[in-house]
């Protein structure tokens, strides 16, 4: 029986020199040779992360990656860093000067300034001159091996360690193209001594377009993998920078990442929580929209628990700090995030898996067909059909297919307020079978408003809101402006005198009308009873029944008597049960899943027309991730849409993450696809048109690889000249192009 240890240790790896699928099964593989080494390699973070045994060296583990290919470095646990730096160093780069970007942008723009005149003067003879060739291999020249080298670096690298990839054939093809030309130039220098020649075998227009379009895809995939880093970024910067601590009996402000566990600091109205603690004194109401996503605001007092970046929106609160830094709820769910991105699985790029059977058979062929002529021919047309094998080959179709067509869909996607990240999310919509749908500010508005008032005692409903709605005035409270709002459309609220509020009870007032005066308060049961004497069961049953029907009941009393109960829920979007309908009818099961309570979220739920057994309720937020990943082994293939902070760890999570455009930064950079609006049926569109992109890419990658499978054949044989060669690759693109664009009529 083996006496060695199963402790095991979670390590982080930042990778360089990723570029795709291959590559990260390559690291994969190398890494899971290690005894005991469970290894998940994420390419738009370019980190693995490992389980590995207690006692295994980080070197060891480095060592693996760098005979895989590719350079590695331990990674730092980035909340605890982050949560102690300075705001400036938490200020996030650029996307375009981040590191991919920053190389890749001027290559591209220096490509494309140098390839369009080549395109034209090479295609079009009546741009054509004298010797026009020697003018095209100097324009080809830079960007065949200046715009490609990051294709040139990754096939050198792939073949160092027996491996090949997207990055081998096109650097063999392009690199072909031109030395074949190159060589048909120097040996007949005459080729193209006059003006709108045709018969000329030069291919540098094949070179710079495959290289410029393909550096294209490179820069669009790199600027989305950056993106995905942002979102930890964003979410730490949640929190305050500043906490006005209690000292000696003075106000002193310090930096919040200064605060110790014990420190007691005060939070006035309108300011953020600096860190986790609990209230030592004060009555406010607390808004946690931020961190929980609910919109009714959370009434604290003494010995009540408060969360770090949530806002005071009344009273004065002293707290007492009893977590800090890495501790905080804050940044737990800024380890969440990473985490659920850590657990997804490798993105696998459909042009990559191909390349993997496809590079290695197109070199072979290619090799054999120089052999078999140099035996049965002669050297010149043995170094013609091998030639022309690698042109047929170079994959020009195929590496447009799926840039291009991810131009057309989110070029149309963009048009329709959606942004879809990255071609990977294409697949990821591909299989989703649930949609699981935070309630706040994605089925509702996240808005409180009035929904019903009753009226008791022979008052009437207009009366009993507009007296609550002028005593509320006064107030700061987000329910109390709720109810003003109500009453300001029914008639203009009368004066107010004697005006007194009690935190976390209500309002009282005066209020002076033209038949006299009456005394108004407002508020809930417990400070009710104080001005009007017990509660009878008639109306305990009126704010039960209220409270089912999932509103905040507001009791309503004039005079000293019970005058009506004011009732206020979040509201439903208008579009809301259109959209569960349309994702019904995709095949998807729509879930609710909320922390308000059963009976609030049962009854959205019931209005939207989702199954009362789909509804998942009192959700805490770091449960919500859980939630996702129960679905998740139940075999569900999960897409989340949610818009607050306490989403973004469920986005991540899920199979595909989508979040509302109306809600936090932190939410829209954790996900995959973002709505620019709040209507719900942006989702279901979002979804309909990831599926159908995907789908124009597959038949785009279908077509050209047919295109380079029947060409091989032709030109292994000697029977295709590469001047044809050229023109059906230059075909297959325009195929693919054509195909891309019926993606701009989607929905129209």
Partial sequence: MSTETTETREVELDISGMSCASCVGRVERQLEKLDGVEASVNLPLNQAFLKVPAGLEDR?????????????????????????????????????????????????????????????????????????GWVAMVLSLPVTFWGGWPFHRGAVKAARHGGSTMDTLV????????????????????????????????????????????????????????????????????????????RNGQEVVVDASTLQVGDEFVVRPGEKIATDGFVVSGHSAIDTSLITGESVPVEVSKNDTVTGATINTSGRLVVRATRTGS????????????????????????????????????????????????????????????????IIACPCALGLATPIGLLAG???????????????????????????????????????????VIALDGHTADDVLVAAAAVELGSEHPIAAAIVEAGKLKNELPEVTEFSSTAGGGVVGTIWLANGQQRVAAGRSSFIVEHTGALTAADEQALADAEAA??????????GQLAGIVSLQDQIKDTSAQAIAELKDMGITPMLLTGDNESVARQVAAEVGINPDHVFAGVRPEDKVDKVKQLQSAGKTVAMAGDGVNDAPALAQADLGIAMGSGTDVAREAADITVMGSSLTQVSQSLQLSRKTLSIIRTNLFWAFAYNTAGIPIAALGLLNPMFAGAAMAASSVLVVLNSLRLTRFGR
């Fill in 60 to 132: 060891i583990l480095i060592d693996a990656v760098s005979k895989a290919g590719y350079d590695a470095t331990i990674h730092g646990d980035e909340p605890e860093q982050a949560v102690e730096t300075t705001e400036d160093e938490l200020e996030a780069p650029k996307v375009d000067d981040a590191p991919g970007v920053a190389e890749l942008k001027p290559r591209l723009i220096g490509s494309a300034i140098l390839t369009i005149p080549l395109f034209i003067i090479s295609m079009f003879s009546v741009f054509q001159f004298p010797h026009w």
């Fill in 171 to 246: 650097s063999i093809g392009v690199t072909a193209a031109w030395i074949y030309s190159t060589v048909e130039l120097l040996l007949d220098p005459t080729m193209t001594l006059h003006a709108g020649s045709h018969d000329h075998s030069l291919y540098y227009e094949t070179a710079g377009v495959v290289t410029t379009f393909l550096l294209l895809g490179r820069y669009l995939e790199a600027r989305a993998k950056n993106r995905a880093s942002e979102a930890l970024r964003s979410l730490l910067n949640l929190a305050a920078s500043k906490a006005t601590v209690l």
């Fill in 327 to 390: 501790d905080t709820t804050l940044a737990q769910m800024g380890k969440l995030v990473i985490r659920a991105q850590s657990e997804k699985a490798p993105i696998a790029r459909l042009a990559d898996r191909i390349s993997a059977v496809f590079v290695p058979i197109v070199l072979v062929i290619a090799l054999v067909t120089l052999i078999a002529w140099l035996i049965f021919g002669d050297p010149a047309t043995a170094f013609r059909a091998a030639v022309t094998v690698l």
């Fill in 410 to 452: 989110t070029g149309r996607a963009s048009q329709m307020g959606i942004l879809i990240s990255g071609p990977q999310v294409l697949e990821d919509s591909r299989g989703v079978n649930t949609v699981v749908l935070d309630k706040t500010g994605t089925v509702t508005k996240g808005e409180m408003a009035v929904s019903d």
């Fill in 550 to 559: 999932g509103a905040t009941a507001v009791w309503v009393a004039i005079d």
